[in-house]
């Protein structure tokens, strides 16, 4: 990744718009971004990974007020637009912030992004609709690195130099982590360590399940439980083979019970077919009566149909008869009315003349109404157009009025904007001044905030010093009474030692075997125990006295520091408005400068009238114009209708409309009336004419079918009277005798009753044959033997079911015990494989996977470093990590050492100096750069940007540390420095200036040689 351009506008310091090209450092490979403190270098690099990430370059400043330039009024916008190229191909990443300041004075910020390739000049978006997220996720999938990794990377931020060098193995693990994505590892020991507790899960499961099974049979292991087993299923056995033998003497006694009740069954039976024999036999005369009779009936069911067909067309003769007599009547009336035809069509061609006539005159009445009618709405048409005439007329000439009055207000508002705007100076001076009061205000508050906490602060100063003094004595007094003490103690040591002297014994000190004056204790001696107290308390008192003496310098160092700031804070303020700050001073600005924006919003609502009022003008004007030629219109359309009206009042006729409207009414109602008599003449014409044929047709029609009924009357009367005369049948017996459907019901009683009887008297003869075979028992002792077994066989079916279940309950948690431990043996061994191989992977006894990882990691940096270290002191030192661990942590692989070639010792890294220590962390930063651009796919970064830590070294070391930076610039390399220091401005030509003024920052290049 290469940076192109960068463009930043309202962001830090940096007010007005300004642009750094970078390809201008290309051929000195090595620039220096310099300028004063707080000027705004840093921002340069905040800009950057703002534009990528939406972040900080140091995560000091993360929201956009803190990013956004105070300087800059809310009408300007904060722009960063970052261009960089990748593999030869450009991209662009841009952000703006807008603001706006809602009623209740709070600020709304609304923030822009945009992403996208610059192919041949030309902007080309990412995205249709881009959002914050998905701009940051589409700038890590380009550059292949997260924020952190970035910042880590490209940009080493101020202060940041030393942490990765001196930082713990833990540290040290996050850093890596999180640079080189170790993550995966993490996830790992995670998935391994889940599945673990799973199969120890599944395992203790297993077991409480085992242990649950036995629970439920009451058993303590497993081989009882089998025994239990094996004694139900012979008890069953025996239960089974006693409920066989039981069953079969219950099926013999039911044998016999069956055929008992169905022997008493049967002979019940017997009687009540025998009386019901009995009881038919006694029917049989008057049966057999019936018989006869209805075999008469039935020969004589011929006759009686013939009967019935003669009655049936004596009916239809007289039926024809009577219709013949009524059409012979209306054969009379019809020829009467026919004769009368000719009288009908003179009568018909009268009415033709008389409506001739009448249509003649309606026709002349219609055009005498027409043209009434057309003089008339040519008249009303006439009158309108005079109105609209008039309306327009009147509507144009109050339209005149009102346009001269809106152009006198326009003239008045331009007057009143004029006035404003000759006093524009003054309010932008007015503007000017506000913005450094703000500003000022600001920082009196921030005065008055300190002044009250450097006074908190001389306070606590004061109290320890109080409290510093108070110890001092309290502790010059201890020491005092330890000295006493211990001289009483060595002089009573040399006294005990005196005393203890015997005769004839050497003395210690002189070797004298005699003693003729030992010494006699006169007073107590002194107790070591309460000197070794006093000797205790007085360690502790200059404990607490070196406490409070560094409690006193650190309270005063602080008050020294608030002072300080105070006073930098008051020079702000006289450099803001060159004069103290008063308050009544700033309240005046500020009803001023709220005055000031009333009327601002005034002479916007005046500019925004006078815009209407030109539109509204504008607008006027035209439909003035339209509106006259629409008067030109309507006067032209008004005397032409006059014209016309006048013309056609001379072809008007003498009478009025009422009276020929009367008139045509009139002459229409006779013509109506004339042709409804015609329709009705020949209505009827054509209604004789239709009914004298009908009652022809229909006289003939009835003449045939009354003749023809006559003839077949006769010839049934003379069938019937011969088949009478055959068989002696007497018409009465005819007319007497029952229906079909009756004698049916008659012979089919008949014929069921002889059935009957013949079924009755064959069940008698086979009862009888079947009653004779049986052998009668007792009935009641059969059942109480029944009842007797039926018990006996439910209490072994009972005992037999509750065996049965308790021998399936066992069989099936027998079966599942034993899968069980065929699953246990598999899955125990499996779990305790795995419990090795996680804790070996976690690093629970030594280093994990992951911090062996990390460890070969850091040893390719420390080789990178060591590569960069050997162009410093004559490679004095070289880098390189050590397994000692640190305290009690577990925690180790990742410590770094020194190896020193003057003394040929390793050396702890906190032991060198603060430029040593700078050129070292100089070299693993830009070690660790390379390490993470080859592990990312090979990404390489072609420009490096370190802020800051010069300071701290002498010309040599910054001798050293530029030959390390030149060899990072080889090839396409460009490493920009963020520093004040003097010496790298002789020894780098080619750089960025920032000016830091009142109104904000700005930027000057200075080109190499």
């Known amino acids: 990744m290469l940076p192109k351009r960068l463009e930043v506008q309202a962001f830090g310091p940096y007010v007005k718009k300004q642009q750094i090209d970078f390809t201008q450092f290309m051929k000195d490979r090595l620039f220096l971004l310099e300028g004063e403190t707080g000027s705004g270098k840093t921002m340069l690099l905040d800009a950057m990974t703002y534009a990528l990430y939406g972040k900080s370059s140091g995560g000091q400043r993360e929201d956009l007020e803190s990013m956004r330039s105070r300087f800059a009024s809310e009408q300007m916008p904060t722009i960063v637009d970052f261009t960089f190229t990748i593999k030869e191909k450009e991209y662009r990443f841009f952000r703006s912030v807008e603001v706006r300041t809602k009623r209740n004075k709070e600020k709304a ?49 101020q202060g940041k130099f030393e942490q990765f060098l001196t930082s713990r193995s833990e540290e040290k693990q996050d850093i890596l982590k999180t640079l080189f994505q170790m993550e995966r590892w993490s996830s790992i020991n995670g998935w391994l360590t889940d599945k673990l507790n799973q199969k120890r899960n599944a395992l203790d499961l297993l077991k409480q399940q085992m242990a649950a099974d036995l629970r439920s049979l009451n058993e303590e292991s497993m081989q009882a439980a089998q025994q239990t087993y094996a004694s139900l299923t012979e008890q069953i056995v025996q239960d089974n083979e ?38 038919e036999k006694q029917q049989e005369g008057q049966m057999k009566q019936q018989k006869e009779q209805v075999l008469r009936w039935k020969q004589m069911q011929q006759l009686r149909h013939m009967y019935q067909e003669m009655q049936r067309l004596q009916k239809a003769k007289e039926l024809r008869k009577a219709q013949y007599i009524q059409a012979k009547d209306r054969k009379q009336k019809a020829s009467q009315q026919y004769a009368c035809l000719d009288e009908q069509n003179k009568s018909i061609q009268g009415y033709e003349e008389q409506i001739q006539t009448a249509r003649e005159q309606l026709l002349q009445c219609e055009e005498q109404l027409r043209l009434l009618k057309t003089f008339d709405k040519q008249k009303q048409q006439s009158e309108q157009l005079a109105t609209a005439y008039q309306a327009i007329h009147k509507q144009n000439i109050e339209w005149k009025q009102k346009n001269m009055a809106l152009q006198k207000t326009q003239q008045l508002l331009q007057q009143e904007i004029q006035a404003f705007e000759q006093e524009a100076k003054q309010h932008e001076q007015l503007k000017a001044d506000w913005q450094y009061y703000v500003l000022a205000e600001k920082r009196y508050q921030k005065q008055t905030a300190l002044q009250e906490q450097m006074n908190k602060q001389k306070q606590a100063w004061m ?22 003490l211990y001289q009483q103690f060595l002089e009573h040591s040399a006294l005990q030692l005196a005393e203890s002297l015997q005769e004839g014994k050497p003395c210690p000190v002189c070797g004298s075997f005699h003693h003729p004056k030992p010494y006699v204790a006169q007073k107590a001696a002194v107790d070591l125990l309460t000197l ?76 925004q009238k006078l815009q209407v009022l030109q539109s509204s003008a504008l607008q006027r004007q035209e439909q003035l114009e339209a509106s006259l030629l629409q008067e030109q219109t309507k006067q032209q359309n008004y005397l032409m209708a006059k014209a016309e009206v006048a013309a056609l009042q001379k072809r008007l006729p003498q009478q009025d409309l009422k009276q020929l409207q009367t008139q045509y009414e009139q002459q229409q109602k006779s013509l109506k009336y004339l042709q409804e008599q015609k329709n009705l003449q020949l209505q009827q014409r054509e209604a004789s004419i239709i009914e004298y044929n009908k009652a022809i047709e229909h006289y003939q029609t009835s003449e045939q079918e009354y003749r023809q009924a006559q003839q077949q009357l006769q010839q049934q009367q003379e069938q019937l009277e011969e088949e009478v005369i055959k068989q002696q049948v007497k018409i009465v017996e005819l007319e007497t005798m029952p229906s079909d459907t009756d004698i049916e019901n008659n012979a089919s009683e008949v014929e069921r009753y002889f059935l009957n009887l013949t079924h009755l008297e064959k069940e008698i003869r086979k009862q009888e044959e079947y009653l004779a075979k049986i052998i009668w028992l007792d009935l009641d002792k059969l059942v109480a033997q029944d009842a007797k077994l039926k018990e006996e066989l439910l209490q072994i079916q009972e005992r037999l079911a509750q065996r049965q279940s308790e021998q399936k309950i066992y069989a099936r948690t027998l079966s599942a015990l034993q899968n069980q431990m065929k699953e246990l043996a598999i899955i125990e061994p499996d779990y305790l494989r795995m419990q090795h191989f996680v804790k070996a992977m976690r690093g629970d006894q030594g280093i994990g996977i992951e911090r062996y990882v990390l460890g070969v990691l850091l040893d390719n940096i420390t080789t990178q ?69 080859a592990r990312n796919g090979g990404i390489r970064f072609d420009c490096m940007f370190i802020d800051e830590g010069f300071g701290t070294l002498d010309e040599h070391s910054i001798a050293d540390a530029l030959a390390i930076l030149q060899t990072m610039t080889q090839g396409k390399g460009m490493i920009g420095i963020i520093s004040h220091v003097e010496i790298l401005k002789e020894n780098i030509q080619a750089g960025i200036a920032v000016v830091k003024t009142r109104e904000g920052s700005y930027i000057q290049i200075r080109k190499g040689a």
């Open 109 to 157: 910020y609304k923030v822009n992004v945009d992403a996208g390739e610059m192919i041949d000049g030309c902007f080309h978006p990412f995205f249709e609709n881009p959002k914050l997220r998905s701009v940051e996720e589409k700038a890590q999938e380009l550059i292949g690195l997260s924020y952190l990794q970035f910042v880590q990377v490209m940009l080493l931020p």
């Open 242 to 279: 006693q409920k066989n033998a039981l069953l079969q003497q219950q099926e013999n006694v039911q044998a016999d019970l069956l055929q008992q009740k169905e022997y008493h069954r049967w002979k019940e039976d017997y009687k009540l077919k025998q009386q019901q024999c009995e009881k």
């Open 463 to 484: 109290n320890a010093q109080s409290a510093y003094q108070q110890q001092q004595e309290t502790l010059k007094k201890r020491q005092q009474q330890h000295d006493a």
């Open 532 to 607: 070794r107290s006093l000797k205790q308390q007085l360690e502790e008192g200059k404990q607490k006295e070196e406490q409070l003496y560094r409690l006193e310098e650190k309270q005063q160092a602080a008050y020294a520091l608030l002072k300080k700031q105070l006073k930098d804070i008051q020079t702000q303020i006289q450099e803001l408005l060159q004069k103290p700050f008063l308050l009544e001073e700033y309240h005046q600005i500020k009803k001023q400068y709220r005055e000031l924006i009333k009327a601002e919003e005034r002479q916007s609502q005046r500019r």
């Open 865 to 933: 470093a060591n590569k960069l270290l050997a162009h410093i002191h004559e490679g004095r030192y070289q880098i390189f990590r050590n397994d000692d661990t640190t305290g009690r942590s577990r925690k180790y692989g990742l410590e770094l050492s020194i190896f020193d070639t003057y003394s040929m010792e390793p050396r702890n890294v906190v032991s060198l100096s603060g430029g040593e220590k700078f050129l070292v962390s100089l070299a693993m930063s830009l070690a660790l750069s390379m390490v993470v651009q």
